[in-house]
């Protein structure tokens, strides 16, 4: 059973970089697309990225040049950073992960999710 | 960017009720949208993908239905456990979430 989960500091300094990892357990990080999903606090959510196994990444349309996702296959990891943060990127941030192994389909699989507040 | 609305924002229902969400895309999206669940402090749970197959695991009362633009979930009686804010997502182009329906019971 695939598991994901978080990490990385809840706490960002406006204007510094947000950086998380999510580990993969029970399965290769190959084959598969793997997202970054985030929520802001008492909001919907939103897709941010996305980056397959062979490191090629895809954003949101509507995209922030400030967001980068890479992957380490080695590691089994993935990450988002996210550069000249300010409140608005306050949000919990999920990894998650298609049904298949298609690009586009529903993700069945989510981390517990994580808390980043950007504060001085 | 293909835009996804919901409604009703909130719902309130008793238990046994039959409950119905409806979620509109600003644009063709096929059949490629997935309902979620999600609870306070947990991540959004799949209940259904390709607008009506019921994800393993998800109780038969959750349906789905719809395609092209208009898409309802239904829960056929609804119960305690229910009580959760429920997401429609469409991945016909990226992906695109609604803006979230809360259900109280």
């Known amino acids: 059973q695939v598991q994901l989960q978080e990490s990385g500091p809840g706490l960002v300094k406006p204007s510094e970089t947000l950086s998380l990892t999510c580990t993969v357990s029970g399965g290769s990080i190959s084959d598969y697309y793997w997202s970054w999903i985030r929520q802001p606090p008492g909001k919907g959510l939103e897709w941010v990225g996305d980056?397959?196994?062979?490191?090629?990444?895809d954003y949101s349309p509507s995209r922030d040049s400030r967001v980068t996702i890479s992957v380490d296959t080695s590691k089994n990891q993935f990450s988002l950073k996210v550069t000249s943060v300010t409140a608005a990127d306050t949000a919990v941030y999920y990894c998650?992960?298609?049904?298949?192994?298609?690009?586009?389909?529903?993700?069945?699989?989510w981390g517990q999710g994580t808390l980043v507040t950007v504060s001085s | 960017d293909i835009q996804m609305t919901q409604s009703p924002s909130t719902l309130s229902a008793s238990v046994g009720d039959r409950v119905t969400i409806t979620c509109r895309a600003s644009?063709?999206?096929?059949?490629?949208l997935a309902w979620y669940q999600q609870k306070p402090g947990k991540a959004p749970k799949l209940l259904i993908y390709k607008a009506s197959s019921l994800e393993s695991g998800v109780p038969s009362r959750f349906s789905g239905s719809g395609s092209g633009t208009e898409f309802t979930l239904t829960i056929s009686s609804l119960q305690p456990d229910d009580s959760a804010t429920y997401y429609c997502?469409?991945?016909?182009?990226?992906?695109?979430f609604g803006q979230g329906t809360k259900v109280e019971i």
């Open positions: 644009q063709n999206i096929r059949s490629w």
């Open positions: 997502q469409q991945y016909n182009s990226y992906w695109t």
């Open positions: 980056v397959y196994y062979s490191a090629n990444s």
């Open positions: 998650a992960r298609p049904r298949g192994q298609s690009q586009s389909d529903a993700f069945d699989i």
